[in-house]
């Protein structure tokens, strides 16, 4: 109770100082009007301005001496201007710039940021925009992170080809993954649901560390992952991308958006993923495959309708999974056995997204939908796992303002149900999860301070209720500094075999837990954001901290005997310390630099004693360098990333002496791609793992995979070398209306 009190007196520590004006900046030919990116807004008085963002938004300061006028103006276009004075505070400016018909062939480039920290939000959003995507192979969501430094992306073991994500340094488990507001990734996808979303259906992600709104659920612990998939209306009429890279993975990616009808109310969309691994790749002699080989195929057909009193979205998405792992198929006559890595994943899901806008401006009305169907089936030598799962969803939101938009609330509902099936050798977790839920929150908008307060009750059929208050602050210290602090709670309730299921790679028994509580973190941070001028360009540096303090938690106990992995209720202290800085630079038109440190501190009681997470490097650098010639026609990228040393789990060597490794060695990982773009085609050429570094033995025992010093687990490397991969990309746009 007396964290929930702090989080709401916070907001009384700070007050308002000078004005602010934000707005959008649009450009119009007489035959239509859409926002414009890089418009010039600048106070003549102050000689000081903005340029505006991919969506027209900008965002001024105003000076102490007022009255003052706003320039707004934009290559082809006509200017115009606005006078402001002390009474045109926290206004919102809508301004249309209309063509210069004297300028008929004037060609307007800017070029737009692919990654940044969003200046108009209170909560800390990191973007990754479709251009920052573009810079890996991005075959799926999980390379989808590769020039990210926030989001690590791990692989799990050496023989099931898995990768999970972790934030930080917590498991992908305490972070919420969403499409579109749409919980996603949840219950049998937590841990092999990365290769389900290509990365050619993403527009963008946004990236929110700590606690989310509460409007978007209760699970938010460590951080929220939001995707933005293609829209219909907004997608290319025909786009094709077709990979194949060293190991002959070969992936073909279709997407199709058009209208529908003569008045262009209704748009529809169609997502069609297709890959197939079919060589077995042994590149350390290990008689295992270094990646497993199956197909992976993945459609969605969505719809999207634009009324006057209102908006809807609705789909469906199908996935179809089937991989074979483990020993190479020379193996199969091996008189000690074959073990072989099998895994078949199903899921179908309906989703919609309806919104109803009230006559009365700044109110409207809106519900998510999400009913899913899934099934995991999975082999790991003998130890064989089968899951089933049904969950539906329901969000129902409202918004409103009070007088003004400087005061936004919104109250809503929302229902989760979930019926899951999971076996694994003797082990049993069937559970059916009802939650209910009401949420409230407001979001206020002042010259310099923003604050969003909320809260939301859930009543668990099984674990009764559960309150989670948050709030999150932004404090504008000066026109190129935004300070930001968050602080809430987020619970779950675990899934301790689904969520482990890599784990099975192993020969040590399982210990299931004495009972099953929900896990309830409290976390506590923020940020500072500088913007500067370097060179004449503009370049940032953001600093951010978070604490997250566990009051319960499913611990996944290796260290307490080396033949079992014991699972079991926090007993004494669990915490995440999480430090990031990043600076981002622009020393010339056509580079851009990003430089990265994390340092994280993730620590609970093992075996008795109070110590570091395994498989968590406490150190991490990132460097990425992007080059964009002046002709737009060449595109270069390379990526750096080091990582620390990370405590191992202790193990049995087949002698049966322990092992005498017990922490990771540092590495760097080295990606780079070159992209030629000529007319309607994008031609890219990359290598992954450059360096070539790989983990030497990943696999204790590999000789008998049956022995119960059989471990593959212990995985803090990559295990395949470099990775040299090629691909074409093909688009038309759709035709806008004339």
Sequence with gaps: MKKSIICILCVFFFGTLNAQIKGVVYGSNNKEKEPLYGAKVKLLGANRGEVTGEDGKFELILPKELPDTIVFSAMGYYPDTIVVTKKDRFIALNVTLYSDQLLPEVVVSVKKGTHSISRLKTLHVEEIGSGELRKAACCNLSESFETNASVDVNITDAVSGAKKIQMMGLDGVYTQIQFENIPYLKGLESSYGLGSIPGTWIESIQITKGTGNVVNGYESMAGLVNLELKKPHEMEALYVNAYVNAMARTEINLNSGFKLGKKDKWSSGWLVHGSVLPLEMDNNGDKFRDVPNGTNISVMNRYHYQGEKMEAQFGFNAHWEDKTGGQISAMRNDPNGYYQVLRNARHVDVFAK???????????????????????????????????????????????????????????????????????????????????????????????????????????????????????????????????????????????????????????????????????????????????????????????????????????????????????????????????????VSPVKTIDVRFAYKYLDVRATYAGAFQQQVMVPAHRGFVNLAYLSRSKRWEFDITASIFGEQRLPVNMLPDSSLTTRNKGDVYTLLNAQITHVYKRWDFYLGGENITNYRQENPIIDAENPFSPRFDATRVWAPIFGVNVYFGVRFSIEQKKKE
């Design 354 to 584: 309806t919104g109803f806008f009230s006559e009365r401006p700044g109110h409207s009305f809106g519900v998510l939908y999400n009913f899913k169907y899934q099934t995991l089936d999975a082999l790991f030598g003998i130890r064989d796992f089968e899951g089933v799962e049904k969950r539906g969803y329901v969000n129902a939101i409202y918004d409103g303002i009070f007088g003004t938009t400087d005061h936004k609330y919104k109250i809503g509902a929302s229902g989760v149900y979930s019926d899951m099936t999971q076996r694994v050798d003797s082990l049993n977790a069937d559970r059916l999860d009802i939650v209910p839920g009401v949420f409230g929150e407001y979001t206020y908008t002042g010259s310099r301070l923003s604050a969003v307060i909320g809260a939301r009750g859930d009543y668990h059929n099984l674990y009764n209720f559960q309150f989670s208050p948050r709030l999150h602050l932004k404090y504008i210290l000066t026109e190129w500094t935004d300070l930001r602090l968050t602080a809430g709670k987020g619970w779950r309730v675990p899934n301790y075999i689904v969520d482990n299921i890599s784990l099975l790679a192993t020969s040590r028994t399982w210990i299931e837990p004495a009972e099953i509580r929900p896990e309830v973190s409290w976390n506590i941070g923020g940020s500072i954001v500088q913007s500067f001028k370097l060179f004449g360009r503009n370049g940032s540096l953001a600093l951010d901290f978070y604490h997250t303090h566990f009051e319960n938690q499913m611990i996944v106990d290796r260290d307490v005997d080396v033949n079992q992995i014991v699972f079991k209720n926090l007993e004494g202290r669990s915490f995440s310390n999480s430090f990031q800085a990043e600076l981002s």
